[in-house]
């Protein structure tokens, strides 16, 4: 039986398919049977994100206008066999398909995975409705800036409506800047948990690191840098999901791009 | 000059620390947000019992007839948007 978890935001450009392909790859590296679900209908990112572009043939439409079932419609990854993709599709829009859909298609896969992820599109309309139907918990995506706050606020007071308890969404801070919060120029972790008032599941550094990962299509937690910052804050929230006891402290005590440690990296780089 | 120095750094450390400014109007704008009001709120729930299932039988009919498509091609939906009970209805034409 799965774990249904939607990644949502409210505010659009905060790394909510980063964050879903990355989550997805990690749980499938620790042997977790996983299956991403593009819920972003008429833009589809998340195939792009885990570069398996090419290899979508079928989508989420042609399951709900029942040309076939959803388990002959999903993508396996090239190399992580746990993981499979329910990918979007660019013709349709958003209103093709209703939550009743979505629900029906999440629950013909239920039994046949340990974790359903499905990727939100940006916004509160039927795209995000869709992309709650059939979601056991959330986790809510922001940056430390005050619109991509508040919008998460906003979603979770939806999320409530719909039925979803406080307990089961959880929040990531993404593009958190160590330094910016060190100099009281940005709030910190506490600030925006104070005002969400839902649980931490983990803290990504502001990270050049994903944008060479995405220009590759190798999601950062699989790349040849896998042991970069946020390659390991990404393992230690895939842990978390998992139910591992892992303290947010250590997602702090990672170096982040501009520190200390990466200056010297970068001149023995330049060198070799 | 000189005086002018230590008035200009003086400034500048009092301008730093947005996130003070950042912390008060997230308090005051998450404070009176939260909660949008769920359908019941809108329809009391034994009239959206008695009514829903009608009126999305009438619609499907209608544009069933209307677009000669099967009443199976027709699903309408009915969702609560910022206050609003919204209907919408989607047709799947072969």
């Known amino acids: ?272 | 000059m000189f005086f002018g120095l230590f008035r200009k750094r003086k400034k500048k450390k009092k301008e730093s620390g947005s996130r003070t400014d950042a912390k008060d109007r997230l308090n005051s704008i998450v404070s009176s947000r939260r909660r949008s009001v769920p359908i019941q709120d809108i329809v009391p729930q034994e009239v959206l019992d008695g009514s829903e299932v009608d009126v999305k039988n009438q619609i499907k009919h209608y544009v069933s007839e209307k677009y000669n498509v099967n009443e199976e091609n027709v699903k309408v939906q009915f969702e609560e948007h910022n206050g609003y009970v919204v209907i919408i209805t989607n047709v799947v034409f072969h």
């Open chain 1, 1 to 272: 039986m799965a774990n249904v978890f939607v990644v949502t935001s409210g505010k659009g450009g905060v790394g909510k398919t980063t964050i879903s392909a990355n989550i997805g790859c990690a749980l499938a590296s620790a042997g977790k049977k996983v299956c991403l679900i593009d819920a972003d209908i008429g833009l589809k990112n998340l195939d792009i994100a885990l570069g398996l572009e090419n290899r979508v043939v079928h989508t989420i439409l042609d399951v709900t206008n029942g040309k076939l079932g959803a388990q002959e419609a999903l993508v396996r990854h090239k190399q992580l066999k746990g993981l499979y993709l329910l990918a979007a599709s660019q013709i349709a829009t958003k209103e093709m398909i209703s939550p009743e859909d979505m629900k029906k298609v999440i629950n013909s896969l239920y039994k046949n995975f340990d974790f359903i992820i499905i990727d939100s599109p940006a916004g509160i309309e039927r795209g995000f409705r869709n992309a709650i139907a059939g979601a056991e918990k959330a986790i809510i995506v922001t940056t430390p800036e005050l619109p991509a706050i508040t919008d998460a606020d906003r979603v979770i007071g939806l999320l409530e409506n719909h039925g979803m308890d406080e307990s089961n969404i959880l929040l990531v801070i993404n593009r958190f800047k160590k330094h910016m919060v060190k100099k009281g120029d940005m709030l910190t972790q506490e600030d925006i948990k104070e005002n969400l008032a839902i649980d931490i599941l983990g803290i990504l550094p502001d990270s050049e690191a994903i944008i060479v990962a995405t220009n590759r299509g190798v999601p950062v937690v699989l790349g040849d840098d896998n042991e970069t910052s946020i390659a390991k804050v990404i393992k230690n929230i895939s842990l978390r999901l998992q139910g591992e006891d892992i303290p947010i402290s250590r997602d702090l005590a990672q170096p982040q791009n501009g520190g200390f440690v990466d200056f010297f990296k970068r001149i023995f780089k330049r060198e070799r």
